[in-house]
């Protein structure tokens, strides 16, 4: 491990805190140090308050603060006298030092102070830095981690044995700490936890985290208790059947939908594949707050129900009548078919379970070289699973996005309506697949929750191709918006070609029929039941001359969505359309349009833009807000209907 400290870069960082915030940040960059908000760092500084008083701070990460891209602002100001006080009592429930901690804060819009915040102020070091260090966790997780630690490091370190995070942790770290440290001292290591270094400056305990774990790795190598690629090559195929099927009886299972990502490179299908996979991948995790994330044990196969039945006997075994249990789902599943499979509330979610776990099988394979992986007993791991301050969380509660789990894909995203109605549903919670012939569509959001594809409609083994990809994102389809359509010059019938009328049928029309066809069976697996909105036209109920192709394309259109209404009722499936009209930011309307339509019906552009009942302009945005609309519980007692939203058009009224 190389130390990524650079005098040019931290000169630009003017202060102790703004080191802090720099040392923290190289910390974060290596995701075999942490990961996803894991591990955490202080700075105590002392600071003149607003009456002239010195006083002793403790600058410690927050809560939902992440290593990688924390700012000053994501660091807790504590007092540190009170800190010390509370570190000598005998008794501190977690609750109680949540209240504690919060109200000696020195800033009242701070993030909630660590868990640890008690132990990093019991160091008598100005700066510390704890991690998760893949290395030092794959040694401490086997049977003789504490002797492969003393052999490592000597005296340089104090080793810490396991016991919760919190404040016993605190309290032991004090006490220990306090007897053993020497002048050699310059970290420490907590069984099946982690590492601490600490020193005078940011630069100094930042390289002592990294001197500490390139001893670890280097131990590592000399054992022969590396990380070996595999040569695995992941056959092809097509599996959005079954994990759309998986997905289901998860869901049903943990009584809200989720998210799935599928991982079948080498790595992991190597480990879904490995003979001993039933014994070590069923320790536990590397270390006990991965559960909060990943579950006590993956899901080895498909057998949901047996997982849930053996978690709900867990919870039984060690639950006290207290505790609310948590959903029985597995977050992790080990299939020699599929992989890995990771599970979530949001693709975000399924994301860092995925990044954990992925650490978590170098852990496993590293522990299992040096004579055996051996995680925390069940007991403990299922202390920390049911935390008082995670039960906290849990009583407390809060409204959920409306398509919070759910997975919608629109055509025609890159632009106008698709991409206003990417938007809004992305504000509502679901994850979104977007698909367009234009390559922007793939740029279009760089966030765990958007898949953007570049496809043409048209193609049926395009359209295949886009769905295998969407569910191997996240698992299946619950929302489809039919947006995808050209809007071809004005011709009248007389001059029409065939050729014209075919290039508008087959976008408008016959890729609709693909992809409902295509999709179909995904909807039919939706959670909460499948709903589709076809973008249609004013010009269904209300054609006008000209647009002869267009209108009869949509009226086609809006024809199949009225038969799918009366065939998929029974699949719980709704179906319905919105008429827009006179959207003008829209790809299809360029100014050649705009002017040559205005003048057919004797208008200048902007009469014609606002050419309505109500005089208003309608935008891509007030389409797509009515789509969202749609697919949510307002309307899901209504299928088979058409919506104008046009500002009120005379004859179509």
């Known amino acids: 491990m190389q130390s990524l400290w650079n005098d040019e870069e931290a000169a630009q960082y003017s202060g102790d805190l703004a080191l802090r915030v720099y040392t923290s940040r190289l910390l974060g960059r290596d995701p075999s140090l942490v990961l996803h908000g894991g591990g955490n760092t202080s700075v105590k500084i002392r600071e003149t308050n607003l009456v002239g008083e010195s006083e002793d701070i403790l600058y410690v990460k927050g809560s939902g603060w992440d290593l990688a891209t924390i700012e000053a602002a994501g660091f807790s100001p504590v007092r540190m006298p009170h800190l010390l006080k509370l570190a000598k009592l005998e008794v501190l429930s977690d609750p109680q030092m949540a209240n504690e901690l919060k109200t000696q804060m020195t800033r009242a819009d701070a993030p909630a102070p660590s868990v640890e915040t008690i132990l990093h102020a019991t160091l008598p070091y100005k700066y510390v830095d704890h991690t998760h260090a893949d290395a030092v966790v794959a040694m401490t997780n086997t049977a003789n981690g504490k002797e492969r630690i003393e052999e490592i490091y000597g005296d340089r370190v104090v080793i810490i044995p396991y016991i919760m995070p919190g404040f016993d942790l605190a309290r032991l770290c004090a006490r220990e700490f306090a007897a053993a440290a020497t002048e050699k001292t310059i970290g420490m290591v907590l069984m099946n936890h982690g590492i601490f270094s600490f020193g005078e400056t940011a630069q100094e305990s930042y390289e002592r985290m990294i001197a500490l774990v390139s001893l670890a790795e280097d131990y590592l190598v000399r054992q022969g208790a590396t990380v070996e690629t595999s040569e695995i090559e992941p056959e092809e195929g097509t599996f959005r059947d079954e994990l759309a099927q998986l997905r289901q009886e998860l869901s049903q299972a943990a009584g809200f939908p989720v998210i799935l990502t599928r991982d079948r490179a080498p790595k992991t299908l190597a480990f879904a594949r490995r003979d001993d996979i039933a014994t070590i991948s069923q320790q536990g995790p590397a270390t006990p707050d991965h559960v909060l994330r990943t579950k006590r044990i993956p899901l080895l196969g498909r057998d949901v129900a047996d997982y849930c039945q053996a978690y709900q006997d867990y919870f039984k075994a060690h639950a006290t009548p207290d505790l609310t249990q948590l959903d029985p789902i597995p977050r992790v599943i080990l299939d020699a078919e599929l992989g890995m499979v990771t599970v979530g509330k949001t693709a975000k979610d399924a994301k860092i379970v995925a990044d954990i776990y992925c650490h978590t099988i170098d852990i496993i394979d590293r522990a299992t070289k040096l004579g055996g992986y051996k995680a925390l007993s069940p007991k403990e791991i299922f202390a920390v699973e049911y935390w008082d301050l995670e039960q906290a969380k849990l009583r407390k509660g809060g409204k959920s996005p409306m398509f919070l789990g759910e997975i919608a894909l629109v055509t025609g995203a890159a632009s106008g309506i698709g991409k206003a109605c990417v938007a809004s549903l992305l504000e509502r919670g679901a994850a979104v697949v977007g698909l367009d012939i234009n390559p922007a569509i793939e740029t279009l ?55 014209e009328w075919h290039k508008v049928t087959q976008i408008n029309l016959d890729a609709n029929l693909i992809l409902m066809r295509q999709c179909y069976p995904l909807l039919k697996l939706a959670p909460k039941g499948g709903k589709v909105v076809a973008i249609g036209s004013k010009n269904v109920p209300a054609p006008g001359p000209g647009v002869a192709a267009y209108s009869a394309s949509k009226a086609a259109f809006n024809q ?82 058409q919506i104008p939203i046009d500002g009120g058009n005379e004859r179509v009224i």
């Open 445 to 499: 959001y760089q966030r765990a929750d958007y898949c953007g594809i570049c496809c043409d409609v048209t193609e049926e083994s395009a359209i295949e191709q886009a769905l295998e990809t969407a569910v191997q994102r996240f698992g299946g389809i619950d929302i489809l918006i039919l947006n995808a359509g050209i809007f071809p010059p004005a011709r009248a019938i007389a001059e029409l070609s065939l050729e």
């Open 560 to 641: 199949l969505m009225r038969v799918a209404a009366l065939e998929w009722g029974k699949d719980n499936i709704r179906l319905n359309s919105v008429h827009p009209n006179a959207v003008f930011d829209t790809g299809i309307w360029t100014e050649e349009v705009l002017e040559k339509r205005a003048q057919h019906y004797g208008l200048t552009v902007a009469e014609y833009k606002t050419n309505n009942v109500l005089k208003v302009e309608i935008t891509s945005a007030s389409v797509a807000e009515l789509v969202a609309e749609l697919c949510g519980p307002l309307f899901g007692c209504t299928t088979g209907a």
